[in-house]
T-cell receptor
Framework: KAGVTQTPRYLIKTRGQQVTLSCSPI?????VSWYQQTPGQGLQFLFE???????NKGNFPGRFSGRQFSNSRSEMNVSTLELGDSALYLC???????????FGQGTRLTVV | AQTVTQSQPEMSVQEAETVTLSCTYD???????LFWYKQPPSRQMILVIR??????QNATENRFSVNFQKAAKSFSLKISDSQLGDAAMYFC??????????????FGTGTRLQVTL
């Protein structure tokens, strides 16, 4: 059974640009959550999607957005990148959102 | 709101010995889950053990066990017979148990575990 797949694994972007990260959940999982991990702030919840609907959102500016497709794959987008957006972005999938979450290996975003 | 506190930034244990990682949490929920996740250098978060708050019995998973003290809001992880592969960052996390709705994981700041020969 394939695990959670995040692409790309590494990304370097310039301030002011935008970026799209992708997450393919485990087959049969309908919930996808996104987390930002930084040395200073630790692991912070961004948002969660279930059946193409955003059910929960963390305390991040509107530059951070996401969506989920009918096949449960999810994308997150960050517009007008800032240096502080440099982080490891982790995606987790679960069957319903309150069952065991499985994480991908993350996308390391560096903003220069 | 839920908060999770890990007061040990780093711990070290010798191979084959036992180590305990501490975690305290705060929540106003009556039902919730508690987790320990392991993050090795590969960065992938791996679930080590899960505890349902309504269960009094401490969860156990092979060499990993927890000491869940609900009244004290304490949730420590004990690793027995430590192995080199246990070296990683360990995160304690909590989650509201609210069937059918979204519930985010709230993480602590992590404890880096070193395993020495």
């Amino acid at each position: 059974k394939a695990g959670v797949t995040q692409t790309p694994r590494y990304l370097i972007k310039t301030r002011g640009q935008q970026v799209t990260l992708s997450c393919s959940p485990i087959s049969g999982h309908r919930s996808v959550s996104w987390y930002q991990q930084t040395p200073g702030q630790g692991l912070q919840f961004l948002f969660e999607y279930f059946s193409e609907t955003q059910r929960n959102k963390g305390n991040f500016p509107g530059r951070f957005s996401g969506r989920q497709f009918s096949n449960s794959r999810s994308e997150m987008n960050v517009s007008t990148l800032e240096l502080g957006d440099s982080a490891l972005y982790l995606c987790a999938s679960s069957k319903s959102g309150n069952t065991e979450a499985f994480f991908g290996q993350g996308t390391r975003l560096t903003v220069v | 709101a839920q908060t999770v506190t890990q007061s040990q930034p780093e711990m070290s244990v010798q191979e084959a010995e036992t180590v305990t990682l501490s975690c305290t949490y705060d929540t106003s929920e009556s039902d919730y889950y508690l987790f320990w996740y392991k993050q090795p250098p590969s960065r992938q978060m791996i679930l080590v053990i899960r505890q349902e708050a309504y269960k009094q019995q401490n969860a156990t998973e092979n060499r990993f066990s927890v000491n869940f003290q609900k009244a004290a809001k304490s949730f420590s992880l004990k690793i027995s017979d430590s192995q080199l592969g246990d070296a990683a960052m360990y995160f304690c996390a909590s989650q509201r148990a609210n069937t059918g709705t979204a519930s985010k994981l709230t993480f602590g700041t992590g404890t880096r575990l070193q395993v020495t020969l």
